[in-house]
C-alpha cells in the first residue's frame, strides 16, 4: 500500500491483544514505508465500527484491526462502501479472516505483511432481517447448530478457554440437535429441508480449521452455501451427524451432493424456518430467522498480500 495515514484499532479484550506500547514498537516496518499512524483502543461493543466511519469520512487510508475476528466484523460495518482499506493485525481467538489471507500471527511478522500489502476490492455479504435492519459480513454467515454455539460461547469463557469453549459446547448442541423444517431459496429457487444448519459463505474457511464452501471466491459477487439438513442419510441420526461432523474438522467435505450436506451458490439467499433459528455473522450472534442475504460486489477494500490469492478470480481492479 502506498504510504498514508493508518487508524489502528485495538482491542484490549481481544485473546492476545498487545499494549498500545508494544505495538508502537513492533510498527517500525509500516514507519519505514511511510505510514503515519494513529492507535486507538475502543472501550465498547460497536465502538469499533464508529471509530472506522469516522476514520473513513476523515481520509484514512486505512483502518486496521487490532484483534480478533469480532474486530474485524465490526470495521466491515463502518468502511464497507468506502475508499479506506481494512486490514487485520491478528490478535484474537481463531483469526479465520487472518489465517484465510495468510497474515502471520507473531506480531513482528504481521507488520511486515501490512507493509508490502497492496488493496484490494473484496465482495461482503449483508444479511438483513425482517423489521428492515441488516448486518454485514466479509467471511460467512450461518443459521442453526453452530449459530447457537456461538451465541452461547461468549466473553470470559471465550477468551480463557478459546476454541475448547466452542468445542465443548458443539459437541453438546450436536447430540440434542433437531432438525427444523426450513424454505431455503437461492436466486428464486426454492427448496424444503429438515435443516440442522446452512453456511452461507463470502470465503473458504470455517472457524480457521476446516473449509465448508471450499469453492468460494471473495470478488465473484457470488455466495456460496452449504445446508446441512436430516433430508440426506448422514443426518437422520446421531451416528451419521457425529461422522458428518468428523469429516468437516478434518476438512473433507467436498461440493458433492450427499452424505448429510448440499451446496448450491447466489448472490440472493432467502432462509426461512418455520420457527425461529439463530443467525451468527463472522462468529458473532447477530439475531434470529428468517433472513435475506445478499452479496455487496467489490464493497470493500482490503489488504491482502501482493502475490496471487486462491480466494480472487485474478481479476483485480
Known amino acids: 500500500m502506498l504510504p498514508g495515514r493508518v487508524l489502528l484499532v485495538r482491542n484490549p ?3 492476545r491483544a498487545p499494549s498500545e506500547g508494544a505495538l508502537r514498537q513492533v510498527s517500525t516496518p509500516l514507519l519505514g514505508r511511510g505510514w ?3 492507535i486507538r483502543s475502543t472501550t465498547e461493543a ?30 466491515v460495518q463502518g468502511l464497507a462502501g468506502t475508499s479506506t482499506a481494512l486490514g487485520v493485525w491478528p490478535a484474537g481467538t481463531a483469526d479465520v479472516w487472518a489465517k484465510e489471507t495468510g497474515v502471520p500471527a507473531k506480531r513482528e511478522r504481521a507488520a511486515r505483511f501490512l507493509a ?27 443459521v442453526g447448530l453452530d449459530a447457537e454455539v456461538v451465541r452461547r460461547v461468549g466473553g ?6 478459546g476454541r475448547a469453549a466452542y468445542a465443548g459446547s458443539g459437541l453438546v448442541r450436536l447430540v440434542r440437535a433437531a432438525p427444523t423444517p426450513t424454505a431455503v431459496e437461492v436466486d428464486g ?40 439438513s436430516a433430508d ?20 473433507r467435505l467436498d461440493r458433492r451432493q450427499r452424505g448429510g450436506v448440499a451446496y448450491a451458490r447466489g448472490a440472493q439467499v432467502r432462509i426461512a424456518p418455520e420457527s425461529p ?19 455487496e460486489p467489490r464493497a470493500l477494500s482490503v489488504l491482502l498480500d501482493p502475490d496471487p490469492n486462491p480466494l480472487l478470480t485474478g481479476e483485480v481492479e
Not at 121 to 138: A, H, K, N, Y
Not at 284 to 291: F, L, M, Q, R, V
Open 36 to 38: 503515519r499512524i494513529v
Open 189 to 228: 429457487a426454492r427448496e424444503e429441508h429438515n435443516l440442522y444448519a446452512a453456511v452461507v459463505g463470502n470465503t473458504r474457511l470455517y472457524g480457521g480449521f476446516t473449509h465448508l464452501t471450499s469453492a468460494a471466491l471473495a470478488d465473484d459477487g457470488q455466495l456460496d452455501i452449504a445446508t446441512f
Open 116 to 142: 508490502r500489502a497492496r488493496a484490494v476490492p473484496l465482495d461482503v455479504g449483508r444479511v438483513t432481517f425482517e423489521d428492515g435492519t441488516s448486518r454485514r459480513f466479509l467471511l460467512m454467515c450461518s
Open 13 to 15: 479484550r481481544a485473546r
Open 156 to 161: 470470559l469463557r471465550k477468551r480463557v478457554l
Open 232 to 251: 440426506r442419510f448422514a443426518g437422520r441420526r446421531l451416528p451419521g451427524r457425529l461422522a458428518l461432523a468428523v469429516r468437516a474438522l478434518r476438512g
Open 277 to 295: 433459528m439463530p443467525v451468527q455473522a463472522d462468529g458473532e450472534y447477530i439475531g434470529e430467522t428468517p433472513i435475506t442475504i445478499t452479496v
Open 46 to 75: 460497536g465502538e469499533a465500527a464508529r471509530i472506522a466511519a469516522g476514520a473513513a469520512a476523515e481520509g484514512y487510508n486505512a483502518v486496521v484491526a487490532v484483534g480478533g475476528d469480532g474486530t474485524v466484523h465490526e470495521l
